[in-house]
């Protein structure tokens, strides 16, 4: 598989990523699915949890919640109001993120709302 | 005639004076690389942001079920004036020119008829709307303790936002600050963000023929992204505010450095003259004295 895809992360305060990967599996809200090279044009909305980016045997994670990913055939851009790397997701920032977590589970009043706060609760506490 | 002891104070307090506006300048301008930089580092998100919404709101344009956000109340009786300036002044005309923009906007469509609210985000630009449109002021988005503008920040004053437009307090929201264009130029702008103006498609996307999928589908989707293009929107002005601000500053800091050299070199001027007058003056004393022995 020659072909790699081109991947970008953005926040709103930065660009988390930006470049050639060959797998990308994104927490889509009607499920995770996987992007690769030459996919068809497509867009979801995102729920929390960790994106997984495949590069050459590589794994990186990123925490991501809150946003869109837009494959086109340039490529895919993961828009995300919040994107943590795992490795820097531990001590303050963990527990940070867990509390406001807990407080969005508390004050969701959709189903869609309580459900992505569910989601991010879980992938926090197992991670 | 002050005398030569007044002078020296003066140029004293002068250039203590200078030394202030210069130390001012110099955290402005260390203060407004962070700025740019955190401006610039916010433009990724902003400009595809820009492209997924003009994208999409081509695709449900005209459709019954447009959200409100993109289509609007179906009025434009109740405008809300969003004010975001700084917090703290010495910084030349640029809160001045921010809020001249929004006294002429309010001027305007006060004139038509129309009902205005303003939300001021900063101390300045309330202080100074107070005075003359104290009653139309409904809310203020205090800023004095944030240090660096995060996204958070934005995201609380865009919910403050939706939520006055949810309950119909407003049909057409406008957003005031200042572009930083460069150093010595911060533009005043105006912006409609609600209902969200369609960016112009700039960068429409290659589908080499093929459709786009849309999961959950467009509208949901919408429904998601355009709270958030608010969001965006605030936050890219509270950026650019920013670095106005520390850029405004910063040229103000600059002249008023400039200014104080010099009256320093006037009043110099002054005190060697006053000296050497008072000189001539003593000898001529002693010289007259010893003639008239």
């Given at each position: 598989m020659a072909?790699?895809l081109t991947?970008?992360?953005v926040?709103?305060?930065k660009?988390?990523?930006?470049?050639?990967?060959d797998?990308v599996?994104?927490?889509?809200?009607?499920?995770e699915f996987?992007?690769?090279p030459?996919?068809a044009?497509f867009?979801s909305t995102?729920?929390?949890?960790?994106?997984v980016?495949k590069n050459?045997g590589?794994?990186?994670r990123?925490?991501v919640?809150g946003?869109f990913a837009?494959v086109?055939?340039?490529?895919?851009?993961v828009?995300?109001?919040?994107?943590i790397?795992a490795?820097?997701?531990?001590?303050?920032?963990?527990?940070?993120q867990?509390a406001?977590?807990?407080?969005?589970?508390?004050?969701?009043?959709t189903p869609e709302?309580?459900?992505?706060?569910?989601?991010?609760?879980d992938?926090l506490a197992?991670? | 005639?002050?005398s030569?002891k007044d002078?020296?104070?003066?140029?004293?307090?002068?250039r203590?004076?200078q030394?202030?506006?210069?130390?001012?300048q110099?955290v402005?301008?260390?203060?407004?690389?962070?700025a740019?930089e955190?401006?610039?580092?916010?433009r990724?998100?902003a400009?595809?942001?820009?492209g997924v919404v003009?994208?999409?709101s081509a695709?449900?344009?005209?459709?019954p079920?447009?959200?409100?956000?993109?289509?609007?109340?179906g009025?434009?009786?109740?405008?809300?004036?969003?004010?975001?300036?700084s917090d703290?002044?010495?910084?030349?005309?640029?809160n001045?020119?921010?809020?001249?923009l929004?006294?002429e906007?309010?001027?305007?469509?006060?004139?038509e008829?129309?009902t205005v609210?303003?939300?001021?985000v900063g101390?300045?630009?309330?202080?100074?709307?107070k005075?003359?449109?104290g009653?139309l002021?409904v809310?203020?988005?205090?800023?004095?303790?944030?240090?660096?503008?995060?996204?958070a920040?934005?995201?609380?004053?865009?919910?403050?936002v939706?939520?006055?437009?949810?309950?119909?307090e407003?049909?057409?929201?406008h957003?005031?600050?200042g572009?930083y264009?460069?150093?010595?130029?911060?533009v005043?702008?105006a912006?409609?963000?609600?209902?969200a103006?369609?960016?112009?498609?700039t960068q429409?996307?290659?589908?080499?023929g093929?459709?786009?999928?849309?999961e959950?589908?467009e509208?949901e989707i919408?429904?998601v992204?355009?709270?958030?293009?608010?969001?965006?929107?605030i936050?890219?002005?509270?950026?650019?505010?920013?670095?106005?601000?520390?850029g405004?500053?910063m040229?103000a800091?600059?002249?008023?450095?400039r200014?104080?050299?010099?009256?320093?070199?006037?009043l110099n001027l002054q005190?060697n003259r006053a000296?050497?007058?008072q000189?001539?003056?003593e000898?001529?004393?002693?010289i007259s004295g010893a003639?008239?022995?």
């Amino acid at each position: 598989m020659a072909d790699k895809l081109t991947f970008n992360l953005v926040s709103p305060e930065k660009e988390v990523y930006s470049g050639e990967v060959d797998q990308v599996i994104v927490p889509g809200t009607e499920g995770e699915f996987g992007v690769l090279p030459n996919h068809a044009p497509f867009m979801s909305t995102l729920l929390p949890g960790m994106l997984v980016i495949k590069n050459g045997g590589e794994e990186r994670r990123i925490f991501v919640q809150g946003g869109f990913a837009d494959v086109t055939p340039a490529g895919l851009t993961v828009l995300a109001e919040l994107a943590i790397p795992a490795e820097e997701l531990k001590g303050e920032v963990l527990s940070a993120q867990k509390a406001a977590a807990n407080d969005q589970l508390q004050k969701a009043d959709t189903p869609e709302a309580s459900l992505a706060a569910r989601r991010a609760v879980d992938t926090l506490a197992a991670h | 005639m002050p005398s030569l002891k007044d002078l020296k104070n003066r140029i004293g307090s002068v250039r203590s004076t200078q030394k202030i506006t210069k130390a001012m300048q110099m955290v402005a301008a260390a203060k407004l690389r962070r700025a740019e930089e955190a401006a610039v580092a916010a433009r990724p998100y902003a400009e595809r942001m820009e492209g997924v919404v003009a994208n999409l709101s081509a695709s449900v344009a005209g459709n019954p079920g447009a959200p409100k956000l993109l289509a609007g109340t179906g009025s434009d009786d109740t405008h809300l004036l969003i004010v975001a300036t700084s917090d703290k002044g010495l910084c030349g005309g640029f809160n001045s020119s921010i809020v001249r923009l929004a006294r002429e906007a309010i001027v305007r469509l006060q004139g038509e008829g129309k009902t205005v609210k303003i939300v001021t985000v900063g101390k300045k630009g309330r202080d100074q709307l107070k005075r003359l449109y104290g009653g139309l002021l409904v809310r203020h988005i205090d800023t004095m303790d944030i240090k660096r503008v995060a996204y958070a920040d934005a995201k609380g004053i865009a919910d403050t936002v939706l939520e006055m437009f949810d309950a119909g307090e407003f049909d057409v929201a406008h957003l005031f600050y200042g572009r930083y264009k460069s150093v010595i130029s911060q533009v005043p702008t105006a912006q409609q963000i609600i209902p969200a103006e369609a960016p112009e498609a700039t960068q429409t996307p290659d589908l080499k023929g093929a459709m786009y999928e849309y999961e959950p589908d467009e509208e949901e989707i919408l429904k998601v992204l355009l709270p958030r293009y608010v969001g965006v929107q605030i936050f890219r002005a509270m950026l650019e505010n920013a670095a106005s601000e520390q850029g405004a500053r910063m040229s103000a800091m600059d002249n008023a450095t400039r200014n104080a050299g010099e009256m320093i070199d006037k009043l110099n001027l002054q005190y060697n003259r006053a000296r050497q007058a008072q000189i001539t003056k003593e000898l001529i004393e002693i010289i007259s004295g010893a003639e008239a022995l």
